[in-house]
């Protein structure tokens, strides 16, 4: 059974230092306390697709979309994590959709939260509300809340 995850993170903050922050994966293991390491295994093409970096010396993730700043795409063999970002009234919005998330430590809750925390201090940004749900499709999305 498929099962997605969601997470919203909403900081005080232009599009451009999230998405740095967010298309730099080697440096995740700086702010994002769930990641231990991030191991660079191929460079992409011009804009990153292509590229391919090691989680934690495990699971293997590529870009396989990247549009400055407002989408990034990875696909490991199980999953595949869609980043969104967009801005309003002076805030930034960065949405996480994780299809079949596995079993990755980084794929539970907490451990968003914590990334969205970690993310707010490292950028020296305020973090104004984090919250992440999951749900599958044969049930109502808001069991998941």
């Known amino acids: 059974m498929e099962r997605t995850l969601e997470s919203t993170w909403v900081f005080e903050s232009g599009l ?29 093409d011009e804009y990153g697709v292509g590229a391919s970096y090691r989680l934690d010396r495990a699971q293997e993730a590529l870009i396989c979309e990247a549009i400055e700043p407002h989408l990034l795409e990875l696909h490991t063999g199980q999953s595949l994590a869609r980043w969104t970002l967009s801005e309003e009234d002076n805030l930034a919005f960065v949405h996480l959709t994780l299809w079949n998330p596995g079993s990755l430590e980084i794929l539970r809750p907490e451990a968003l939260s914590q990334g969205a925390r970690g993310l707010s201090r490292h ?9 992440s749900w999951s749900w599958t499709p044969d049930e109502p999305f808001w069991r998941g809340l």
């Open 16 to 44: 451009e230092p999230l998405w740095n922050a967010l298309f730099d994966l080697q440096r995740w293991p700086c702010w994002w306390p769930a990641f231990r390491s991030v191991e660079a295994l191929k460079r992409g």
């Open 123 to 131: 950028l020296k940004v305020r973090l104004v509300e984090a919250g």
